[in-house]
């Protein structure tokens, strides 16, 4: 089992910029990847920011590349998710996710999620 707690949601303006972070404990040896999602209001859920917690192989959704960057502390079992100039659209729960292989199967766990609003 791997447990995952977020922190840094809030409110920001437009332009701003917001650090979101999820720390992860338990069987965190079987951990290979660590992702933020995000789901607004009436939408789908959809992949932020991934990375391969082996290699640091990063991935991101096209409309947050080059104002969102995801990282990892192996150290702390730690991802963090800086993400700057802010923009309306952005607006969602954004939910810490750890792809886990363990016994031959893989296990997705799920954070609590932290709300990030962006309003004027």
């Known amino acids: 089992q791997v447990q995952l707690v977020e922190s840094g949601g809030g409110l920001v303006q437009p332009g701003g910029s917001l650090t979101l972070a999820c720390t992860a404990s338990?069987?965190?040896?079987?951990?290979?990847?660590l992702a933020w999602y995000r789901q607004a209001p009436g939408k789908e859920r959809e992949l932020v920011a991934a990375?391969?917690?082996?290699?640091?192989?990063?991935k991101y959704e096209d409309s947050v590349k080059g104002r969102f960057a995801i990282s990892s502390d192996n150290t702390k079992n730690m991802v963090s998710l800086q993400m700057n100039s802010l923009e309306p659209e952005d607006t969602a729960v954004y939910c810490c996710?750890?792809?886990?292989?363990?016994?031959?199967?893989?296990?997705?766990?799920w954070g609590q999620g932290t709300q990030v609003t962006v309003s004027s």
């Open positions: 338990g069987s965190v040896s079987t951990i290979y990847s």
């Open positions: 990375i391969s917690t082996a290699q640091g192989t990063t």
């Open positions: 996710d750890a792809a886990s292989w363990r016994d031959g199967k893989g296990i997705d766990y």
